[in-house]
């Protein structure tokens, strides 16, 4: 009885998600992904993204331009090395919560359409030690466009727009990062929830000054995430007419973590996952065939599942236990 209230609380809560959220027209647009190539067809940009997919440089910044932080008491704020048309988007703003210590901190990546920040994981974690950094990721929060009723330019059927979109966002925390270790911080971690988990776990597969990654109802294939999940019905409308799901696949390769779990299995790195075994959001297959190419290469992560959903981890008591469960990781 009680998981079946659970079951229709996540859908109810999926259909106020739901809310602003409109098919867009199918583009390829690989200009933003693939900058100065031409590109006018699926199979050329699938034929670009293998090539990506294999690039160890093709998450490096940039062009490291402007290094300048602008830091207080409790933002961090700085011009994002990825410029789009989007002038709030370009810069990026990040909530600092000491802890008086300089050696741990941890890098919080939020979920898809994220309206606040996490400040009672940000106090919990800063009393115990660990300072806490949460940035926004690109078209959220500071860094909304103008007008929109959620962070469609993120993720949409925008091919290019998505790959550059999560690029950024990549970029930008890897930039942290590198402050944080110019600061003097000793151990750097990342969280990423839900489209954050992509992030934290694309940057700890680039970015070696990462020794511990938490992914909180992660999966593998960003194409079959949104191709199977509740979240991303509107996308899918738009995409299934236009392309085909293995071709999608190939075509947002570099943001799956499945190209990737050779590096996130280096000895150096310790991973845990937070699974939901009713996630209709992203499907525990899609998790769990990370899981296994994980370790395949060889990871030994830390594993919690939680028969919960997606939305509901955030209810209690899974999310006490998956709190607790992080509190472990970190120390």
Not at 2 to 21: F, M, N, S, T, V
Not at 102 to 116: D, E, S, Y
Not at 273 to 283: F, Y
């Amino acid at each position: 009885m009680y998981l079946r209230w659970l079951d229709q609380w996540d859908e109810q809560r999926a259909r106020r998600g739901e809310d602003g959220k409109e098919a867009t027209r199918f583009i390829l647009d690989a200009d933003r992904a693939f900058p100065g190539e031409k590109i006018e067809s699926i199979s050329e940009f699938c034929v670009r993204a293998d090539e990506a997919s294999v690039d160890p440089g093709f998450f490096d910044e940039p062009n490291r331009g402007n290094q300048r932080f602008e830091v207080n008491e409790d933002w961090i704020k700085f011009r994002s090395d990825i410029s789009t048309d989007v002038a709030e988007n370009n810069i990026v703003w990040a909530k600092i919560t000491r802890s008086g210590s300089l050696r741990k901190a941890l890098v919080i990546f939020h979920h898809w359409n994220a309206r606040a920040r996490n400040a009672q994981i940000a106090g919990f974690m800063s009393r115990r030690g660990i300072t806490v950094v949460e940035i926004a990721m690109p078209y959220h929060l500071e860094r909304s466009r103008p007008g929109s009723l959620h962070a469609d330019y993120m993720l949409s059927a925008n091919l290019g727009r998505t790959i550059q979109a999560v690029k950024q966002a990549v970029c930008d925390g890897k930039k942290l990062i590198g402050w944080l270790k110019g600061e003097g911080y000793q151990e750097i971690s990342v969280l990423g929830m839900s489209l954050g988990s992509w992030v934290a776990g694309l940057i700890a597969a680039h970015d070696l000054s990462v020794s511990k990654a938490s992914l909180f109802l992660p999966g593998g294939s960003l194409a079959d995430m949104v191709w199977t999940g509740r979240a991303t019905r509107t996308i899918r409308n738009s995409l299934e007419h236009e392309i085909e799901l293995a071709d999608l696949r190939r075509a947002w390769g570099p943001l799956n973590l499945e190209n990737y779990t050779r590096r996130l299995a280096r000895a150096e790195l310790d991973i845990q996952m937070v699974l939901a075994r009713r996630d209709k959001v992203v499907m525990p297959a899609i998790s769990e065939s990370l899981l296994s190419s994980l370790k395949n290469d060889g990871g030994r992560p830390q594993i919690l599942k939680l028969n919960c959903g997606h939305y509901s981890l955030g209810r209690l008591p899974y999310i006490l236990h998956a709190g607790l469960s992080l509190k472990r990781f970190l120390y």
